[in-house]
């Protein structure tokens, strides 16, 4: 089990400064405990099957109550896991309960209105758990990095400001705060994963002809962007954590911390919800009664 204060470690407080090369993406920062990164690896997954345990038993209640739902936003550098993350955290939920929106460069119909459509249709409804893979963030993160796509947005040019980064941080905020309002829980996710990892990962895929098909030559185009997109994660994270959604710098060199990490803080945010199993009135108990006696009548 991770223990709380171990979680809140990786938890940016609203208002405070988000210094990424002041943490870790490294496993160090986790457990010194651990006496191999294979040790570590280990007990990163008994902590995975745990969570998930208790991840499975949450969802089931918050489908079942149906008032809430819960929102979690991936963001990350290119290989930093997401798709791992998101294929273990929701092994085992329940598929009803769960959808997973994938938000890429935006399509003509987007482009045609404000940053935020595409991610309000797609927010959850009720019961449900959204992964939003990538999502309204990538509007002050990639765009930021290369602002001549402000020009393809269709903007007009008089709403392009120097200011135009802190006016997405305002809306970004005012529209989860408009979720939270209205029963969506929110938790967003920052995978970290340091420099030479991330070499490490496209190497991997490049030496392993079963990993090709994850291998973009766009990719290593990115990376030689690394400290504009460190600094726009940077400025970015320290603008939009919240009370009501908080964003967790999770350090992902580790695979496996990164995930029994995650995994853990979304149990632990459905469980602090504390929701029941709807309770049935007195008309449907009489009607649960005359059910069971016919039931038994006929054995
Ligand atoms: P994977 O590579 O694992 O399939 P991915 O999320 O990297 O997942 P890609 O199709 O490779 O998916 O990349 C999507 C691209 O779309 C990313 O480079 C991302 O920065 C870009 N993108 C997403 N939203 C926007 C946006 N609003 N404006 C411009 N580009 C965007
Ligand atoms: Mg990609």
Not at 16 to 21: C, D, F, K, M
Not at 75 to 81: E, K, L, N, V
Not at 101 to 124: G, N
Not at 274 to 299: M, S
């Amino acid at each position: 089990m991770i223990d709380k204060k171990l979680v809140s470690r990786f938890l940016i407080r609203p208002g405070s400064r988000a210094s990424l090369h002041r943490r870790d993406p490294g496993w160090e920062e986790i457990n010194t405990k651990a006496t191999s990164k294979k040790d570590l690896k280990e007990k990163a997954q008994a902590a995975l099957s745990e969570s998930l345990e208790d991840l499975r038993r949450e969802q089931d209640v918050l489908w079942a109550a149906d008032q809430y739902s819960l929102l979690i936003v991936l963001q990350a550098m290119d290989a930093a896991g997401k798709d791992g993350m998101i294929k273990h955290v929701m092994s085992g939920v329940n598929p009803q309960g769960c959808e997973v929106r994938s938000f890429k460069q935006p399509s003509s119909e987007e482009l045609d209105h404000t940053f935020l459509w595409r991610t309000m249709k797609a927010a959850p409804e009720r019961g449900k758990i959204c992964i939003f893979n990538r999502s309204h963030y990538e509007d002050v993160l990639v765009v930021r990095v290369h602002p001549e796509l402000l020009g393809k947005t269709g903007l007009p040019a008089d709403k392009i400001s120097k200011r135009i980064w802190d006016e997405r941080f305002d809306d970004i905020k005012t529209y989860e705060r408009h979720l939270a309002r209205n029963g969506t829980k929110i938790l967003k996710f920052f995978l970290h994963i340091s420099k030479e990892e991330q070499k490490k990962r496209f190497l991997d895929r490049l030496n392993d002809p079963s990993k090709h098909w994850k291998f973009s030559a766009a990719d290593v185009a990115e990376r030689k962007h690394w400290e504009a997109y460190q600094a726009a994660y940077e400025q970015m994270l320290s603008a939009t954590s919240t009370s009501y959604a908080p964003w967790y710098v999770i350090p992902s060199d580790s695979k496996w911390v990164a995930r029994a990490l995650v995994a853990e803080i979304v149990a632990r945010t459905i469980a602090d919800l504390k929701l029941t199993y709807p309770k049935v009135d007195k008309t449907k108990r009489k009607e649960l009664d005359a059910a069971r006696r016919a039931l038994e009548r006929e054995a």
